[in-house]
């Protein structure tokens, strides 16, 4: 499985890890990871993804869409420098708290 | 497939020139529910194909008239695509012959005396492939008839969207160059370039997310929202929030456009700039061989609603010569043979050990040709470069209405408060009053660059009391802008008052512009005392106005401005 999601044990935290290239061919699989969940906070965990392409981005916003839009809470952790450029060109952090 | 599965009923031609083994065979295989044809040589078995297509084929090798190989060539032939197995019958053992039926066409053989439950085995593993093969076939015409389908539907929907996309400026425009894969709107890139009223141009460089068709579909929308609102007169602020708006509207949440967007003024010699998303472009100076970076700091449009949108521009002084480039992610990313990217620096590099800069634009072509050897189609780059104001003509509009009703008698006056300055540009709609006057409409550019420094003056001198003398150098030039946007963001009071008469003259008409404003007014008599050349930084609206328009003057301590415009009755 290249995209791995874990409920913290009080059912508040959801954190989806993300392995490998993180493009349109994850589509499937990241919205399963969330999609039938109820998600008070979301975690997505980048430590193991390599790329970043901007269908990723689009993953992202629907995510976002899923957990309440405006009111999300939603952190994106350990991004490689790569990916944070990416991310920084898009100024997704101003949706997103990235670290 | 099951083996105890009935086999399907086949057309068999049998080719034997012994009618003992002709008989025995046709009854094994009429036996076994298939219908038989008989040939007893390799001339009728040729033609009983040519007449009666059967599915596969029994061949003796060795016949009168023409042997079981030529036969067999020729059916092959016959045959083209489809598969129709040829078992050569043949009693013939040693290995060269055999090889020799199979060279000849022959997919099998069996070897005389027949074995009845071999035979049957045969046919049915023969059978096997002959539907595999029709199988392959079928989906093959299949794809390529799709495909055809879709490059079609590509051709039609590119025909459409260049109608809309390239109704601007891009081709006419002699300050231009830009690079684009004939078929980038199928990458979701979009390249869109229109003049304003006044002479300014708008330039757009976008990026769809996705790819195909979806990434295409947004791009007419964003297209005619650019267009209209260039074309009406409307600034990069208003036309940026209306695009983001319309966009959020109609793409799904995983779809934005990346974009970067220019308005370059000829007249006030700036370049004001919005970059949500798209790589840094550049601003290059010629004189000092200068860039600045053009960063994105803006989310891509489509993707914050429009309450949050931030349309906040940068503006940046520009001499002659000087050129803004906007490029995609596919010059920064095309990488070459060993999966190297060709990246900012390198890019860096060529702008950077450039001299002539009228080659420059081929000299970054050139890199990325050297780098990397393989054209990507997802490679847009426009480069735009400021030219003396006058030698650029944005095309004048066409009317269709006859001129029957226009109105030549009438005059109108606004207050404009400081609630509507903060956020509302009524210049397109003093534009679009104005054009009802098909005397004016000649001098409709003239016309709507006096409009725009005479309000420009008024906000940002007289309302916002900025000082222009703050734009003698390039940085005081951005503190100016940062300035002008602070103070209007803050705005609870003052006014801009404009006053439009339009009076008939004989032989033709006259407008007068009044502009007043609730300022600290200026030193008339010292600003009119500068040449009407002058080309500094500050101050170049005045003399604008006193070239463009007619009778310019200031009164009430600069704080009431008034231009005419005159015209002759049309033949």
Redesign the interface.
Known sequence: MSVVSQMSRDGRQLTISIKGRFD?AKHQEFREAYEHQDLESVVVDLKEATYLD??A???L??LR?HAGG?DADIRVINSSMDVRKILA????D??FDIT | MNATQPQASLTILIAEDSAADRLLLSSILRRAGHVVLTAANGVEAVAAFRQQQPHLVLMDAMMPVMDGFEAARQIKALAGETLVPIIFLTSLSESEALARCLEAGGDDFLAKPYNQIILAAKIKAMERLRRLQATVLQQRDQIARHHDYLLNEQRVAKAVFDKVAHSGCLNAAPNIRYLQSPYALFNGDLLLAAFTPSGDMHVLLG?F??HGLPAAVGAMPLAEVFYGMTAKGYGLAETLREMNAKLKRILP????C?AAVLCVSFHRRCVEVWN????DGYLHRVASGERTQLV?????LG?L?PE?FDDCTDVWPMALGDRVFLLSDGVIDTADAQDQLFGAQRLQQVFASNRQPDVLFAEIEQALRDFGGQARDDVSMVEISLLQSGLIHPASLVYSDSGQSCPLDWSVSFEFRAATLRRFNPLPYLLQLLQEVHGLRAQSGPLYSVLTELYANALEHGVLGLDSSLKRDASGFVRYYQQRKARLDTLDEGFIRVHLQVTPTDGGGRLVIRIEDSGEGFDVARVMRRPMDDIRLSGRGVSLIRQLGQNARWSDDGRSACVEFFWEEMA
């Open positions: 349109f901007s269908s981005l689009g993953m916003l629907l869409d405006d060109i898009s100024n997704f101003k949706l | 990026d997310t996705g949440v995983d779809m934005f990346c949500g998303g798209m790589p994105s700091r803006h989310l891509p993707v609603s949050v």
